[in-house]
């Protein structure tokens, strides 16, 4: 079974500045794609950034960015440059790359950027 | 990007009722289709999948007898809330993901949820 670790409930932060959310995951298999999303009070779930685990590359997407670490099995999101829209709850989620296979999702990091 | 749409977006309904979500794939075909259901300030739990033309698969310790699951088409998968109750009341999100997309990629789509209050 696949599992997702946050283990920061809470992350303060000021405009401008680079903010790092931590993610470890857990699977057994070789395959798999990791997955940020965002989601603010509104409830939609946003798609920011993916990582597939045989890409060596670390993805990136504008000021977001995966610090991919296979051997960790960590998938830290890295957010430059705070803005106050960046308020919102951040989920890491994962899934295998099979059909059929749904994203298991972490516990989530609630994301404070004050200016 | 592929949209994904629910309705209702809101709905409120006195306990014993049955409440319908619908979610549909508005510009893309989707043979597999998720229900998640997310209590406030949690992550959100997988409930079921739902395959078109087939039953759909419930996690454990989901009543499939109370959640039922309808995918009956390519683009719309259906979830009943059936005598609803106060403990019902969360945000049901579905997602989808593009036949075509293959892989995981990034070709899983999320509806804007539905939020649901038993009175």
């Known amino acids: 079974a696949q599992k997702i670790t946050q283990t920061q409930p809470g992350m303060f932060v000021q405009e401008k500045e680079a903010v790092t959310l931590d993610c470890t995951y857990d699977?057994?298999?070789?395959?798999?794609?990791l997955f940020w999303y965002k989601q603010p009070s509104s409830g939609e779930m946003i798609f920011l950034i993916y990582?597939?685990?045989?890409?060596?590359q670390n993805a990136t997407e504008g000021r977001y960015s995966l610090n991919f670490q296979k051997a960790r099995k960590s998938a830290n999101l890295v957010i430059s440059a705070s803005q106050l829209g960046d308020s919102a709850m951040y989920f890491c989620?994962?899934?295998?790359?099979?059909?059929?296979?749904?994203?298991?999702f972490g516990k989530g990091t609630t994301l404070s950027v004050s200016s | 990007g592929a949209v994904v749409s629910q309705h209702p977006s809101r709905v409120i309904c006195k306990s014993g009722t049955s409440v319908k979500i619908e979610c549909r794939s508005l510009?893309?075909?989707?043979?597999?289709m998720f229900w998640y259901r997310q209590f406030p300030k949690q992550s959100l739990m997988l409930m079921a999948t739902s395959n078109e033309g087939s039953k759909a698969t419930y996690e454990q310790g989901v009543e499939k007898d109370k959640f039922l699951i309808n995918h009956a088409s390519l683009t719309l998968s259906t979830l009943t809330v059936t005598s609803a109750h106060p403990e019902d009341s969360s945000f049901y999100i579905c997602s989808a993901r593009d036949n075509l997309g293959g892989g995981a990629g990034n070709e899983q789509f999320f509806g804007p949820g539905t939020r649901l209050t038993v009175l």
């Open positions: 699977t057994s298999d070789q395959s798999y794609g």
């Open positions: 990582q597939g685990s045989y890409d060596e």
């Open positions: 510009d893309f075909q989707a043979t597999t």
């Open positions: 989620a994962m899934t295998l790359n099979q059909a059929g296979t749904a994203l298991i």
